[in-house]
């Protein structure tokens, strides 16, 4: 066995200690570790289109403005909603809003109350917004003939772009629908009138009690004008189409609307029945309320089928209203030249139309008569395609158009009801302001803007833990004794603390409202933040994905990594 | 809702966790409470890994590697040096694994606490010995899978409680807390910051790449183990006076909070069911503790 022999070991001679200390120690960081490398999915940030914008045929930007309203910025919340929608305190009245139905909230506790908000908005503009004065600096006149919301929006969009506009009215004031259909309990006057100043201030030109057709022709103002924008609506109300219906005592529901918009009292019977489902007829119902007198209304399919503003129908209920359902007239029974009863058949439902509803069947066998001395007839308007020129092609019951109001010839568009037949006034809405778009690429070639990013944010797609059940804002109205012999507006409006509180509940769906998740989650510090937004450093991030997860709203998108 | 924490980073990227590491993102936060004047003592666990191989270091504030069991003790130590050199204003941070502190640290532990001596101590719990291989340890849970308590046998015995042991040592201040209530764990760090003795403190730290789950469910797993009553978040002083903090107002089924986890896949309807009558027993437990009912 050999020894070791310590002796013989050489000597390590140290001149000095080292200055190394007894163990390890690390004296630099982590940053050279480009962990970025590692990563097989790349987060990315991606606003979505939240669906409220999707649904709203006008895309406003509804996400937008209530993120302005969270912080209080009440004017910039209106700014925004005008660059799609002039009249926000016209819509906030009477839109079917197709934004709350489409609210992802509703999946969780109650959708939002979008179109309370927007009316406040609106009505903070009208109030404190600075006009915006005449523009006009190009050498392009265009005429509008009509001017209820599809012709005042595409005004509207036309002047402030620069362009000398002229608006033709047959009525003696303009607005149309918004005039002479809806009742003031529901948008009252003044408000209408101011939205229509905001108009005259841009420098659009209105000449009331100008009929195309009688006092202007189509062939004039196309040589006098660089284009002409057709939006002359729906106005000839339907017949009903039974025997005897030329009696004495049978009304067309518009007509009757129109004198008590015009501040008439029209005399009319006791025992009124107000024939349709649609708005015309819930509203000539309520405005007969209104006089003292309790109409029936009588619709041959069922609620469901109903086309009137869904809100509306169940306001004539609460105002004791009665609905007939499934019950279609037949025939006119007069006596002394007066109606006296309105002989009535039952209905089913069968298929579906064309219009997607169930159609009506009548019950053979199962007329009965109901007594009345009146009948207000409301079951629909149709298009007036007599005032146009036979080169302007039509369906044969509208104009043809496409989507940007472009007809068959070039300079000559038309929108709004007199293309699509009766909708809603945020479809006209859309279209003029589609149509003032195409006008403008018309002169200048200008690329028309397509719409929102088709990727919709979903209920599902969202983070829901991160949201607190709350409950909508009530809005404060008259109650019903209240709205009695009067056409006051019955819906009051929010004031800031509600609209303010009410906003608060909205996801901001799809789009980042910088809640600082992805920063506060990221485990590898991979999240730069800065004052206005937030950055990836690609160099660390290992693509984790937390960041997508956590975000509440789905504002980030991961992407594979491409092989290289 | 925005959570407020501290803006300031005391930990750098370029960290060798996994992704979607829980204890890396506790790590992130319990620095923003404490600030640079601080003191982390590690022992062997995946953080001894993450915070990088020499001579890279990820953490801003010193770190003290030490041995597996000495979690407690090295803290003890190094507090008592400081004191001597008169360097009373740092925090000195045990940072350990489970497996450091309810296994082969607990010694080391329940003697500083028995002394109250002056630190923090963290378990951030992913409930198996994760950085040598998915073992098990007294922290994972009844029924889990890991590479030593296969799915055929999958564990048999109740998750240890940690923290009741902790409380049971009357010690100032024992918390439990996890990722997804950022706003918690910064507010217990910066308590226990601010209390002298000895403080535990519980993570429930996912580890994605032991639980066989998706990197992105790092922090939702916690809100459903909180949602769930799987792992309530409450504190306790001086032994006594508990509060819990979050008390679910409908708690969701255990299954929830199981069926994203690859660890749990094998788990029969009547072993989710024991899971979640044990469950129901612990909260009642911890509710008549509290005195909330
Ligand atoms: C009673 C009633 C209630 C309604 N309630 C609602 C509601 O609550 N919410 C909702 O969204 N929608 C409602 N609507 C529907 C909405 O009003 C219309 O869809 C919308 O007004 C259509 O806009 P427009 O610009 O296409 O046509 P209109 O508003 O009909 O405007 C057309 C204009 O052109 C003028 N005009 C027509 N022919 C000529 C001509 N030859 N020469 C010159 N001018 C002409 C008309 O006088 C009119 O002013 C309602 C409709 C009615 C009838
Ligand atoms: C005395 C001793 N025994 C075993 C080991 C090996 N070892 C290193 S880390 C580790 C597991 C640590 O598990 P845990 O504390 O839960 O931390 P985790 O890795 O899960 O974060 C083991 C067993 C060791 N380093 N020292
Ligand atoms: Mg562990």
Redesign the interface.
Known sequence: MKWLDFETIPKVILEREPDYPPWAVSLTNTLVNRTGSWRIFRPKYFDKTPPCNDACPAHEKIQGYMELVKQKKFLEGYELIIEDNPFPSITGRVCFHPCEASCNRGEYDESLGIHNVERFLGDYGLKRAKAKKSAAHISKQIAIIGSGPAGLTCAYYLAKSGYKVIVYEHFSLPGGMLRVGIPAYRLPKDILNKEIRKLEVLGVKFKTNFTLGKDIFLDDLKQTNDAVFIATGAHKSRNLGVPEEKTRGVYSGLEFLAQINSGKRPRIGKEILVIGGGNTAVDAARSALRLGILPKILYRRTRHEMPAVAEEVQEAENEGIPIHFLVAPVKVIKSKGRITRLECQKMKLGKPDESGRRRPVPIKGSNFRIKCDSVICAIGEQIDLSVLTDDIATTGWSISADDWGRTNLPNIFAGGDCVTGPKMVVDAIAAGKRTALAIDSYFTSREIKEEPNPEITLFSNLNIGYFELAQKVTMPGLNVKERKRNFREVHLGYNELMVYKEADRCFSCGVCNKCDNCFVFCPDLAVMKSDDKYDFDYDYCKGCGVCAYECPRNAISMEEEEAR | ???E?P?K?Y????????????G??SM?MALKALGERTIIVIPACCWSII??P?????C?PPVFHTAFETAAIAASGIKAGLDIQGKTDITVMSWAGDGGTLDIGIQALSGAAERNDDFIYVCYDNEAYMNTGIQRSSATPWGAWTTTTPAETPKSEPKKNITEIMIAHRIPYAATTT??Y?DDMIRKFKKAKSIKGTKFIHIFAPC?TGWKM???????IC?LAVDSNVFPLYECEYGIHYTINHIPKKPIPVEEYLKPQGRFSHLTKAMIEHIQKSVNFEWELLKQRAGVS
């Open positions: 809702m925005k959570f924490i803006q980073e930990m750098y990227p370029g960290h060798v966790a996994c992704p979607g590491c829980g890396a993102y992130r915070d990088g020499f001579p890279l270091h990820a801003k990722l997804a950022p994605p998706a990197p992105d469910l790092m922090v939702k809100r």
